[in-house]
């Protein structure tokens, strides 16, 4: 840096600084959002089998895993993310469905199935109505302090 000035050096090593103090480990992990997915998940499917006029399930007998990646490869950091979940369907039979998330810095995430799997925007109940598919696209959000 010999052929800089001082005050070139001296800003050059402020915003290095500034730059660097923002550079620490991101709250935001694929543990932190795989948690909150799965929770969440749980509880829309234990909603929409109650809506949909099938038997009773509770949220914790559907064992909800998700296994979530950012295509960027970096499994921190806000921004978009790849959901895998591995979860008991309401007849016991292990269903595997895929969503794409955008996670915010505050830990509040929007949630859409990618593909066919589970329907689309709404779905028919057993009585014939049409009722709101509450697996196909939603949002949550988790404390990432």
């Known amino acids: 840096m010999s052929g800089y ?4 050096r001296t800003l050059l090593a402020a915003i290095t600084s500034m730059a660097l103090s923002g550079c620490g480990a991101s709250p935001i992990t694929s543990t932190r959002i795989e948690r ?10 234990e909603l929409q089998v109650s809506r949909m006029g099938l038997r009773p399930v ?5 064992a909800v ?12 950091g806000a921004g978009e993310w790849s959901c895998t979940l591995v979860w008991q369907g309401p007849d ?4 595997r469905d895929t969503y794409d998330l955008f996670v915010a810095t505050d830990g509040c ?3 859409t199935v990618a593909g066919e799997n589970l ?3 709404t779905l028919k109940a057993q009585d014939g109505r049409e009722v709101k ?10 404390d990432p302090t």
């Open 5 to 8: 000035s001082i005050g070139t």
């Open 36 to 45: 909150a997915l799965e929770t969440t998940f749980a509880n829309l499917v």
């Open 58 to 62: 509770t949220a914790p007998d559907f």
């Open 65 to 76: 895993t998700a296994i979530c990646h950012r295509p960027d490869k970096y499994d921190a």
């Open 92 to 95: 016991r039979r292990t269903l």
């Open 109 to 111: 995430f929007s949630a």
């Open 119 to 121: 329907g689309g925007p």
């Open 133 to 142: 598919n509450h697996l196909y696209a939603f949002e949550s959000c988790f």
